[in-house]
């Protein structure tokens, strides 16, 4: 079980302070946008760069971005733990999963709320997290979908039937309200962005997110 804050609504101007606050979390969450995937521009390489560089926890980055297949490759060697790629914008998944793994980096495959986990499902093995949106990629804030639990159910079986060590990741509209939702479908990695950087204190937060996930794994 791991709680990755999104940096997505922190204070920019004070990365460092920002990325200390949270510690106690799992994993950073870092959203790449660009412009073209998604209707919203976040940072690009540099950035994320000085942010590996100052965080205190491993970064996972979530690459909302075309042609990933050129680009992701260069955030597993500034240094990103877990590079996340999109389905829909990867035009060889594969090969781009297995490029990144020979990295020494995580391999996420990300999937926006209409699309289905069932292609991928023969080739769960290839990737170490699956990231399933709970809302339209590009902006922080927005509310949970809850239609996409069962997609979260699916891919759980499908990982657990075949004794896969694959991360089940949800992002977009998690909360204190929805966390233990999604766990119970069966996510075990959880992205919350403005539930923890709006909270009066962020630290306090991501423990009681946890807090409210133990108990619920499945
Ligand atoms: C959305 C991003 C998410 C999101 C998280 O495109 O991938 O990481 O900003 O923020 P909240 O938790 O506010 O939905
Ligand atoms: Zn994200």
């Given at each position: 079980?791991?709680?990755?804050?999104?940096?997505?609504?922190?204070?920019?101007?004070?990365?460092?302070?920002?990325?200390?606050?949270?510690?106690?979390?799992?994993?950073?969450?870092?959203?790449?946008?660009?412009?073209?995937?998604?209707?919203?521009?976040?940072?690009?390489?540099?950035?994320?760069?000085?942010?590996?560089?100052?965080?205190?926890?491993?970064?996972?980055?979530?690459l909302?971005?075309?042609?990933p297949d050129?680009?992701a490759?260069?955030?597993?060697?500034?240094?990103?733990?877990?590079?996340?790629f999109?389905?829909?914008a990867a035009?060889?998944?594969?090969?781009?999963?297995?490029?990144?793994?020979?990295?020494?980096?995580?391999?996420?495959?990300?999937?926006?709320?209409?699309?289905?986990?069932?292609?991928?499902?023969?080739?769960?093995?290839?990737?170490?997290?699956?990231?399933?949106?709970?809302?339209?990629?590009?902006?922080?804030?927005?509310?949970?979908?809850?239609?996409?639990?069962?997609?979260?159910?699916?891919?759980?079986?499908?990982?657990?039937?075949?004794?896969?060590?694959?991360?089940?990741?949800?992002?977009?509209?998690?909360?204190?309200?929805?966390?233990?939702?999604?766990?119970?479908?069966?996510?075990?990695?959880?992205?919350?962005?403005?539930?923890?950087?709006?909270?009066?204190?962020?630290?306090?937060?991501?423990?009681?997110?946890?807090?409210?996930?133990?108990?619920?794994?499945?």
């Amino acid at each position: 079980m791991r709680i990755n804050p999104s940096i997505l609504n922190c204070d920019f101007s004070d990365l460092k302070g920002e990325l200390h606050k949270i510690r106690n979390a799992d994993w950073a969450h870092v959203d790449v946008m660009d412009n073209h995937f998604v209707p919203n521009l976040t940072m690009g390489l540099p950035i994320v760069e000085a942010i590996i560089e100052v965080s205190e926890i491993p970064i996972d980055t979530h690459l909302m971005i075309e042609d990933p297949d050129r680009w992701a490759p260069q955030y597993a060697e500034a240094g990103a733990k877990s590079v996340t790629f999109h389905a829909e914008a990867a035009a060889a998944p594969l090969r781009l999963a297995r490029e990144l793994r020979s990295m020494g980096v995580r391999a996420g495959l990300g999937l926006k709320p209409a699309t289905p986990i069932e292609p991928y499902l023969d080739i769960l093995d290839e990737f170490d997290m699956i990231l399933i949106m709970t809302v339209e990629p590009g902006f922080g804030g927005q509310s949970f979908i809850h239609s996409m639990m069962p997609k979260v159910s699916r891919t759980r079986e499908a990982i657990d039937k075949h004794g896969l060590d694959v991360w089940v990741q949800v992002d977009g509209g998690v909360s204190r309200d929805t966390i233990e939702i999604a766990a119970d479908a069966g996510a075990d990695t959880f992205v919350a962005g403005s539930a923890v950087y709006k909270a009066e204190d962020a630290y306090a937060e991501v423990d009681h997110l946890r807090s409210l996930v133990l108990g619920h794994t499945h």
